[in-house]
């Protein structure tokens, strides 16, 4: 079964930066939608960001918007996501899930049928 597995959670002060990373146990989704979402302790799990297995094209979230930048490197199975200027309420576990197809169509969770073991950010005031 494929898996995936993230990295590169920590502890930072408030406008620091991280950058998670998360790989693919094999190339399987080299061509499929794969995203990030996050949940807050006591919060639904949210989407963060999107990249599509068709042409690359990423989309974010409002919260995030110009301050995360979603990535892929397909010959290395891998997706990655640059946050900058962390604020407390980014303080989350991350997720990565891959979804069916190419396209992706946005964060209902019911479209991702994979989802790596998660990797806990905190970003302190």
């Known amino acids: 079964q494929v898996q995936l597995v993230e990295s590169g959670g920590g502890s930072v002060q408030s406008g620091g930066s991280l950058r998670l990373s998360c790989v693919a146990s094999?190339?399987?989704?080299?061509?499929?939608?794969l995203g990030w979402f996050r949940q807050a302790p006591g919060k639904e799990r949210e989407g963060v960001a999107l990249?599509?297995?068709?042409?690359?094209?990423?989309a974010h979230a409002e919260s995030v918007r110009g301050r995360f930048t979603v990535s892929r490197d397909n010959a290395k199975n891998a997706i990655y996501l640059q946050m900058n200027n962390l604020k407390p309420e980014d303080t989350a576990t991350y997720y990565c899930?891959?979804?069916?197809?190419?396209?992706?169509?946005?964060?209902?969770?019911?479209?991702?049928?994979?989802w790596g073991p998660g990797t806990q950010v905190t970003v302190s005031s």
């Open positions: 094999d190339n399987t989704f080299s061509r499929i939608c």
């Open positions: 899930a891959a979804g069916r197809y190419a396209y992706c169509s946005g964060y209902r969770m019911e479209l991702y049928d994979t």
């Open positions: 990249i599509s297995g068709f042409d690359g094209s990423a």
